[in-house]
């Protein structure tokens, strides 16, 4: 049985942009994109950045993340829609801005990354 879907079914997806670091400023990137939290065959993590037309994830924009290695949070120095995707310690960092109409559920869609990408069971409230 052959099913159209390419890949997994992501965990997480929504629309945003990248963000480009040059060690000391943060500029964006003007092109559409999604973030896409994946998990492969072997049951490993994968973030993506994804062309927002093709859907297709964009090279070298694949990071491996294990759990307790990686967050995905609010930058606080900004009041701007910017988030960043840190792997252990500052070895990688990629900044993102939120491309979704609704700014309302922006802190939720982070969260929802940061746990998905750490094995983090959010328990629904009673």
Same mark, same amino acid.
């Not at 040059?22 to 999604?34: A, E, F, K, N, Q």
């Not at 009041?79 to 559920?105: A, T």
């Given at each position: 049985?052959?099913?159209?879907?390419?890949?997994?079914?992501?965990?997480?997806?929504?629309?945003?942009?990248?963000?480009?670091?040059?060690?000391?400023?943060?500029?964006?990137?003007?092109?559409?994109?999604?973030?896409?939290?994946?998990?492969?065959?072997?049951?490993? #993590?994968?973030?993506?950045?994804?062309?927002?037309?093709?859907?297709?994830?964009?090279?070298?924009?694949?990071?491996?993340?294990?759990?307790?290695?990686?967050?995905?949070? #609010?930058? #606080?120095?900004? #009041?701007?829609?910017?988030?960043?995707?840190?792997?252990?310690?500052?070895?990688?960092?990629?900044?993102?801005?939120?491309?979704?109409?609704?700014?309302?559920?922006?802190?939720?869609?982070?969260?929802?990354?940061?746990?998905?990408?750490?094995?983090?069971?959010?328990?629904?409230?009673?």
């Amino acid at each position: 049985g052959g099913g159209a879907s390419i890949g997994p079914k992501p965990l997480v997806e929504f629309k945003a942009g990248r963000m480009n670091y040059d060690g000391r400023m943060v500029t964006p990137d003007r092109r559409r994109g999604l973030i896409r939290v994946i998990q492969d065959s072997t049951g490993m #993590k994968i973030f993506q950045f994804c062309d927002a037309e093709t859907k297709n994830p964009i090279e070298n924009e694949n990071v491996y993340v294990f759990p307790g290695e990686a967050k995905f949070e #609010k930058v #606080k120095q900004t #009041k701007d829609r910017v988030y960043l995707l840190e792997i252990s310690g500052g070895v990688q960092r990629k900044f993102f801005w939120m491309q979704e109409e609704d700014r309302e559920k922006d802190e939720e869609r982070a969260k929802s990354v940061h746990n998905v990408i750490n094995g983090i069971k959010e328990t629904a409230p009673a």
